[in-house]
């Protein structure tokens, strides 16, 4: 077995690993980066490029088929599978090959790809040829897709999101288990590309809300594209000569209905059961996770950081740059260990219309301000852009704390939430109180203008601003 010595090793060459390398070897040329598969990040390879590749075709194809209520008439709406699959495929590629490139040209003595494994609180086994002693070790090994037991029995016709970004066709039906982000994205994209879905859940939710009155509109909204099942029991998942065989139970009926494939989008798993944790020598929760630091990534007191979606705390691309960019600074400096920027929560879910969130939940307003908080809200049925362009539905709610004004937070579900979300993270990050925030210019018309509306709102249940009338005397019509 080789034998190598290094200051830094990081495991994982994803975001977060790519990220903490650069930063590591700014401190010391004695780094090495370790991969296990391949090059390209779990983002550029089989996450969110891809997915948003997919769900552009599903929009040019929806936009389409409902452009005659604007009276542009375009006839019948033909998508060629082989076709959308090909530009996804060649798109995700063009995004893949700078990463690998990038991964390659790094100095080979700072480069070793086999799985990694600890054996010691400083030593690693990598692919079972080289052992690497380090002095410290980042673990950046990102997360997998969770597949419940009960899927197997969909045999080869069970997939992953990975799957189906290496399509050469779109298949005729899909069952899409998990109406999370990821299922609700791929589920509605393929459902408006003409494939036959039913999502799956278990527990009512959907695209990750937390806020009841939006959850509720969420469901009613979807519901009228998408065939739900978001509280089904599935009894049997059969692979039968006709594809997969589900039976389920739902609202008191048992209904057996047959798919090509079962998408497993039930969640993700943490890479750190395959790493030999336990000979890390650092304490572990009672799921095995290791405990640390979230502003210094530090696991307790020790030489060892952990980055990216393998932590478990915010999975998401900028999260795990954040995250690998303090890791991996850290790790260069150690022992001078520096707690670093972690910026306002932001999530958005691609689906139409977008989801969002930005800083505190619901439930975690209530906890932080001890009740003391109100919300204000918009309906976007009748907010004038989004009438404009026929984009008119969702609820967007913001939560404020009373006396200090500050702004709390927000959930969305609307047009443009991504763009919305961004604004507001930006409110919350500069700590704005409401009054400030409604000091902002708000153009005309623009879908902004609503959330000028439900920041009204909020102000007055808040009990801080001018006594207002439910009109707004300045704004446009629609505002
Ligand atoms: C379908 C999908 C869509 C998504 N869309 C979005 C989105 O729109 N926006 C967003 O912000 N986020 C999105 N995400 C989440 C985002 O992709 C992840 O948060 C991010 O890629 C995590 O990066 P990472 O560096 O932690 O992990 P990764 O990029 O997965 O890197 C981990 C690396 O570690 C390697 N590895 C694992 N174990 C070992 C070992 N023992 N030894 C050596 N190497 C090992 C792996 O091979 C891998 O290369 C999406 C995810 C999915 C699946
Ligand atoms: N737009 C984005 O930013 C984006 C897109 C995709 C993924 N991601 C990241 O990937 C992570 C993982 O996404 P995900 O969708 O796999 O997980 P998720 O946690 O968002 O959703 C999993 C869903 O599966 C349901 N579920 C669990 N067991 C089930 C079962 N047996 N049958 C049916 N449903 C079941 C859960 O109730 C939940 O609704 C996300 O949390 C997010 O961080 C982000």
């Not at 990220?19 to 598969?37: M, N, P």
């Not at 400083?122 to 692919?127: A, E, M, T, Y």
């Not at 066709?169 to 036959?196: H, K, T, Y």
């Amino acid at each position: 077995m080789d034998k190598r010595e290094v200051d830094v090793a990081i495991i994982g060459a994803g975001t977060a690993g790519l990220v903490a390398y650069r930063q590591a070897a700014r401190a010391t040329d004695r780094v090495v980066l370790i991969e296990g598969e391949q090059y390209g990040t779990t983002c550029a390879r089989v996450g969110c490029m891809p997915s948003k590749l997919l769900i552009a075709a599903a929009e040019r194809a929806h936009d389409v088929r409902h452009a005659g209520q604007f009276g542009v008439h375009v006839g019948d709406v033909q998508v060629d599978g082989r076709a959308v699959m090909e530009r996804v495929r060649r798109e995700r590629d063009r995004f893949v090959e700078p990463v690998v490139k990038a991964a390659e040209a790094l100095p080979e003595e700072h480069r070793l790809m086999g799985h990694a494994r600890f054996v010691g609180s400083h030593r690693l086994v990598v692919g079972e040829h080289t052992e690497v002693q380090a002095g410290r070790i980042v673990i950046a090994t990102g997360s997998r897709p969770h597949i419940p037991a009960p899927f197997k029995g969909a045999k080869d016709r069970l997939i992953v999101n990975d799957d189906v970004f290496d399509w050469q066709d779109l298949p005729e039906s899909v069952a899409v288990f998990g109406p999370g982000v990821i299922g609700l994205e791929l589920g509605q994209a393929l459902a408006r590309l003409g494939v036959r879905v039913r999502l799956f859940g278990v527990d009512g939710g959907i695209g990750g809300l937390q806020d009841g009155k939006i959850l509720d509109r969420a469901r009613r909204i979807f519901a009228e594209e998408l065939a739900l099942s978001l509280s089904a029991k599935t009894e049997t998942i059969t692979r039968t000569d006709q594809g997969v065989e589900i039976t389920f139970s739902e609202d008191g009926r048992t209904n057996t209905e047959t798919f090509d494939y079962l998408l497993a989008a039930t969640g993700r798993r943490p890479n750190i059961d395959h790493l030999d944790i336990q000979n890390a020598g650092i304490e572990l929760d009672d799921k095995g996770m290791p405990e640390f630091d979230p502003y210094t990534l530090r696991c307790g007191d020790s030489h060892i950081f952990i980055a990216g979606d393998v932590n478990n705390d915010r999975p998401l691309l900028h999260e795990a740059a954040d995250e690998g960019r303090i890791a991996g600074k850290n790790a260069g400096t150690w022992p001078d260990v520096r707690t670093g920027l972690r910026k306002t929560p932001v999530s958005v879910v691609f689906s139409d219309p977008q989801i969002a969130r930005v800083g505190y939940t619901l439930a975690q307003v209530g906890e932080r301000c001890q009740g003391c908080f109100a919300v204000g809200e918009v309906s976007f049925d009748n907010q004038g852009r989004s009438r404009v362009i026929a984009k008119n539905a969702g609820l967007l709610r913001v939560y404020g704390e009373h006396g200090s004004g500050l702004f709390m937070g927000a959930e969305m579900l609307g047009p443009a939430a991504e763009h919305l979300a961004h604004l507001l993270a930006w409110a919350a990050q500069q700590r704005m109180t409401v009054k400030t925030m409604l000091e902002m210019p708000f153009y005309h018309p623009v879908i902004e203008e609503g959330l000028r509306t439900a920041l009204k709102g909020l102000n007055r249940n808040l009990q801080m601003g001018p006594e207002q009338g439910d009109e707004c005397m300045e704004c446009g019509p629609g505002g």
